[in-house]
């Protein structure tokens, strides 16, 4: 890891130890003759909140970008000046020479090396030009509305996990003569605070769960003052149409999570999809079959009403052109 100058685990940084991959590589370790300690700390807070480590993770994109991009540009520097060696031997050299004497074979591998040592910069010029794209690309995606919805929808799902492991399980313990649902055998199932270990770790992943969590949100919250908007289930009815892979699909049902469309594939390329639409390209179904867009995914909304002014506007100027013909 450039930036802290050690080995270490990818994206691990500000994270809970990756226990497994750790154990890996010690028992690697001793199995390579040497002596291993293993040391983990989980319950320790980061120095800093989530709000900076974000910002120094940008830091570092920006860097690497940077870098791709200086990359690229020496590449090119190179391959023009290679190029440049090859076009002056290439021009003095007369049409039909034949490679006659050693001097006459060295200077044609001198020209031709130049060349080759030029296609293979343009080579690198590629690679670092397309790593660039690909770090500004995955910037673009981790920042979108669309992604930032899903990541914390999937961390309010770890963070229900989490709270779920601090109030504890229920499992099958010695029967102490305390309270519990059942008793069979000398066991009671009742529920079982965590062990103190367990417990100091996970409250450590909550606090920095939460703390991920409030800046995602924040995040939503300027987006949306901003004017972007976050669709839900009040933003849509029966009939309504919901846009996605720039196809407007007909909606059937409305979910607390998504919609339900008709089977997606059939709309492919048609610009506009409905049910009648479906039950004719699929005449042999019983019922029409379905897919499910979540209010994460969406692309737009419109009305029923506003997809049929569109529909007779196509109609009306298809039949006009039919009859010019």
Same mark, same amino acid.
């Given at each position: 890891m450039r930036s802290i100058g050690r080995i270490g685990l990818q994206r691990s940084r500000?994270?809970?130890?990756? *226990?497994?991959?750790?154990?890996?590589?010690? +028992?690697?370790?001793?199995?390579?003759?040497?002596?291993?300690?293993?040391?983990?700390?989980?319950?320790?807070?980061?120095?800093t909140g989530f709000a900076e480590q974000e910002a120094e993770r940008v830091q570092r994109a920006d860097q690497r970008t940077d870098r791709y991009g200086d990359y690229a540009g020496k590449a090119a520097a190179r391959s023009e000046a290679a190029y440049e060696r090859? +076009?002056?031997?290439?021009?003095?050299?007369?049409? $039909?020479?034949?490679?006659?004497?050693?001097?006459?074979?060295?200077?044609?591998?001198?020209?031709?090396?130049?060349?080759?040592?030029?296609?293979?910069?343009?080579? =690198?010029? +590629?690679?670092?030009? $397309?790593?660039?794209?690909?770090?500004?690309a995955h910037q673009r995606h981790r920042e979108a509305l669309p992604t930032v919805l899903r990541r914390i929808e999937r961390l309010e799902q770890q963070r229900r996990r989490l709270v779920r492991l601090l109030e504890g399980e229920y499992r099958w313990v010695h029967d102490d003569g305390g309270p519990a649902l059942m008793r069979r055998g000398g066991e009671i199932y009742r529920k079982v605070a965590p062990a103190p270990a367990d417990a100091g770790r996970w409250t450590a992943d909550l606090i920095q769960l939460d703390g991920e969590l409030g800046y995602w949100r924040d995040v939503v919250t300027d987006r949306q003052k901003a004017g972007?908007?976050?669709?839900?289930?009040?933003?849509?009815?029966?009939? !309504?149409?919901? =846009?996605?892979?720039?196809?407007?699909?007909?909606?059937?049902?409305?979910?607390s999570k998504s919609v339900t469309v008709p089977w997606m594939i059939g709309g492919v390329t048609r610009g506009i999809y409905t049910v009648a639409d479906a039950?004719?390209?699929?005449?042999? !179904?019983?019922?029409?079959?379905?897919?499910?867009?979540?209010?994460?995914?969406?692309?737009?909304?419109?009305?029923?009403?506003?997809?049929?002014?569109?529909?007779? *506007?196509?109609?009306?100027?298809?039949?006009?052109?039919?009859?010019?013909?």
């Open positions: 500000f994270k809970a130890a990756k *226990r497994y991959e750790i154990e890996q590589a010690a +028992r690697a370790l001793r199995a390579a003759g040497h002596d291993v300690q293993v040391d983990i700390d989980d319950t320790t807070l980061p120095a090859y +076009r002056q031997s290439a021009d003095s050299w007369p049409l $039909g020479q034949p490679l006659i004497s050693d001097s006459a074979r060295a200077a044609h591998r001198r020209m031709m090396a130049a060349h080759d040592a030029s296609m293979a910069e343009q080579d =690198k010029v +590629r690679y670092w030009a $397309g790593r660039r794209r690909a770090a500004q972007q908007k976050v669709w839900g289930k009040d933003d849509f009815s029966v009939g !309504d149409f919901v =846009k996605r892979h720039g196809t407007w699909f007909e909606v059937m049902r409305v979910n039950r004719r390209q699929f005449p042999q !179904d019983k019922k029409v079959s379905t897919d499910t867009i979540p209010y994460n995914k969406v692309e737009g909304r419109a009305s029923a009403q506003e997809v049929r002014e569109v529909l007779t *506007r196509a109609n009306s100027e298809k039949r006009h052109f039919d009859s010019g013909n």
